[in-house]
C-alpha cells in the first residue's frame, strides 16, 4: 500500500506540479506577468476573413489563455458562427463579467483575448456549418445555468463548461476542447457520469474537482482539481497542465 500511494505522489508530482511550476515560471520570467490587463489588446488577430469575402457559413471554436496568473494553468474558448451570406459574423462568450453570463458579440470574432493570442480549435466551413448553425442556436438556448450569477471561476460552470455543452448538444462537431479548458468537465447538468458526445466514451466528474474521461475523440484524461493531462491517440498527443499540447494539433483530422 505504501508503495502505490508513493507511486501516485510521484506521478502527481511529476505530471501535474512540475508542468504547472514550468509554466509560471514562464509566466512570471516574460512580460505577461507586468502588462496591465485593462489596456491589453482585444483586437482581431486577423484570422477570420471579412464576411463579405467569405460568403460561406463559417463554425469556429477558439481558446486563448486567460487573464493575469490564471493564464499559467488555464485558457479561455468562445465559439464563432456566420450563416451562409450573412453579412457578420456572430461571437458567443459565457463571462462572470456581465448582468446574465452569456454574452453574444461582445468582443471581436476572433479578438485576442486581453492581449493573448486565439489558438483555433475546429473549423468548418460550407454546407455542413450551415446544417449545424440551428442546433448550435437550439443549444444555447438550452443551455440551463444562463442566469444572473451562475457563473463560477472554479471548478465550473464558466466559459469552458457553456462550449462543451454546446459540444454534447451537437454531436456532429468533432471537437475536443484543450486539456487547459479547465471547467469543461463540470457537470452542468447535474449529471456526474455520462457517455461522451460522440457515444464511443464515458466522462466522470466529481463536481467538476477531479475526474476522468476516455474516449475516441477525447482520448484518456485525468483531471484533479481543474488541471488535466490528457494522452490523445486518435490524434498522437500529450497535454501537460499549464505547458499544454505537444503532438499532433487538434484539428489534425
Not at 460568403?55 to 481558446?63: G, H, N
Not at 444572473?148 to 462550449?163: E, H, K, L, Q, V
Not at 497535454?239 to 505537444?246: I, N
Amino acid at each position: 500500500m505504501r508503495r502505490v500511494v508513493t507511486l501516485l505522489l510521484w506521478f502527481f508530482l511529476i505530471a501535474f506540479a512540475l508542468p504547472i511550476g514550468i509554466s509560471a515560471a514562464l509566466y512570471y520570467s516574460g512580460n505577461e506577468a507586468k502588462a496591465d490587463w485593462r489596456t491589453a489588446d482585444r483586437t482581431s488577430a486577423g484570422l477570420l476573413e471579412t464576411p463579405l469575402l467569405h460568403s460561406d457559413a463559417v463554425i469556429r471554436i477558439y481558446a486563448a489563455r486567460t487573464v493575469r496568473w490564471r493564464s499559467v494553468f488555464a485558457v479561455h474558448c468562445w465559439l464563432v458562427y456566420k450563416a451562409k451570406g450573412a453579412s457578420a459574423y456572430t461571437r458567443y462568450d459565457y463571462t462572470a463579467w456581465t448582468e446574465l453570463p452569456v454574452r453574444m458579440n461582445g468582443y471581436a470574432p476572433d479578438g485576442r483575448w486581453f492581449g493573448r493570442e486565439p489558438e483555433t480549435v475546429y473549423a468548418l466551413d460550407g454546407a455542413a456549418a450551415e446544417r449545424l448553425i440551428p442546433k448550435i442556436e437550439d443549444a444555447i438556448r438550452a443551455y440551463p445555468l444562463s442566469a444572473a450569477g451562475d457563473y463560477r471561476a472554479w471548478p465550473g460552470p464558466n466559459s469552458n463548461t457553456f462550449i462543451q455543452a454546446i459540444l454534447d448538444a451537437v454531436p456532429e462537431i468533432d471537437a475536443t476542447l484543450p486539456a487547459l479548458a479547465i471547467g469543461k468537465d463540470h457537470p452542468y447538468d447535474g449529471k456526474w457520469l455520462r457517455v461522451t458526445a460522440d457515444g464511443l466514451g464515458l466522462r466522470l466528474s466529481l463536481a467538476g474537482y477531479a475526474g476522468v474521461t476516455l474516449g475516441w475523440r477525447e482520448g484518456l484524461a485525468v483531471d484533479i482539481g481543474g488541471a488535466a493531462i490528457r494522452v490523445d491517440v486518435r490524434r498522437p498527443a500529450i497535454e501537460l497542465p499549464g505547458l499544454g499540447r505537444f503532438g499532433m494539433g487538434l484539428q489534425a483530422l
